[in-house]
Every structure is written in structure tokens, then in C-alpha cells.
């Protein structure tokens, strides 16, 4: 088992930045890939961006790809995602996940973890 916890959403104007937080507990953080994904009122969750074992993989959503950066530390058990330029329509609960493997996947379903989100408020 592995437990997510997600932290550092908030209310931010258009055009701000947030970073999230993603604590991970219970097995060996490096033998998993990471994604981040996000769930407006209304809509179905998306795919936001992912990360191999390292970090050093990494893959975005072409709405995000630019102003948003996933990121680990394998040392500390976290990851994160720096969001820049942040849209309205952006506004969602954002969850953290796990994939029991080391190689990225884009496809919610191939993730065995989840996290139980953070609010992100953006303000026009």
C-alpha cells in the first residue's frame, strides 16, 4: 500500500502560480511513477502530467505543457507540480497518484494510488 497526501492548493488570481505537494508513505517511493491529474465540477478527470522514477521522464497534458512542471525527490518521498499562469478553467480538485511501476503512464486507469486531492481556486 501506498498512501498520498496532497497539499499546497488554495485560491490564486489568473495568471498566479501554486506549487502542489505530494507526500508518499508506505513503500519505496522510487519503484513507483508519478501523475498528477485534476477534476473540475461537471467533468470528467484529466491527465495533468506525470513522471518516471527518476524524474527524468516526464509528460504533460498539451493544455499545461510550458507553464507546468512535475517534479520529484525520491529522498524526501515527494513530488511535486509547479503550476505558472494559471487559467480559471483550471480550477479543480487536483489529485496526486501512483503507478506500481517505474515507467510514466498518461492513462488514469494503468495508476494503483490516489491520493484525496487539493482544491485549486483560480480567480478571474
Known amino acids: 500500500q501506498v498512501q498520498l497526501v496532497e497539499s499546497g492548493g488554495g485560491l490564486v488570481q489568473a495568471g498566479g502560480s501554486l506549487r502542489l505537494s505530494c507526500a508518499a508513505s508506505?513503500?519505496?517511493?522510487?519503484?513507483?511513477?508519478m501523475g498528477w491529474f485534476r477534476q473540475a465540477p461537471g467533468k470528467e478527470r484529466e491527465f495533468v502530467a506525470a513522471c518516471s522514477w527518476s524524474g527524468g521522464s516526464t509528460a504533460y497534458s498539451d493544455s499545461v505543457k510550458g507553464r507546468f512542471t512535475i517534479s520529484r525527490d525520491n529522498a524526501k518521498n515527494m513530488v511535486y507540480l509547479r503550476m505558472n499562469s494559471l487559467k480559471p478553467e483550471e480550477a479543480a480538485v487536483y489529485y496526486c497518484?501512483?503507478?506500481?511501476?517505474?515507467?510514466?503512464?498518461?492513462?488514469?486507469?494503468?495508476?494503483?494510488?490516489w491520493g484525496q486531492g487539493t482544491q485549486v481556486t483560480v480567480s478571474s
Open positions: 508506505g513503500r519505496t517511493f522510487s519503484n513507483y511513477a
Open positions: 497518484a501512483a503507478r506500481g511501476s517505474i515507467y510514466l503512464t498518461i492513462r488514469e486507469r494503468e495508476y494503483d494510488y
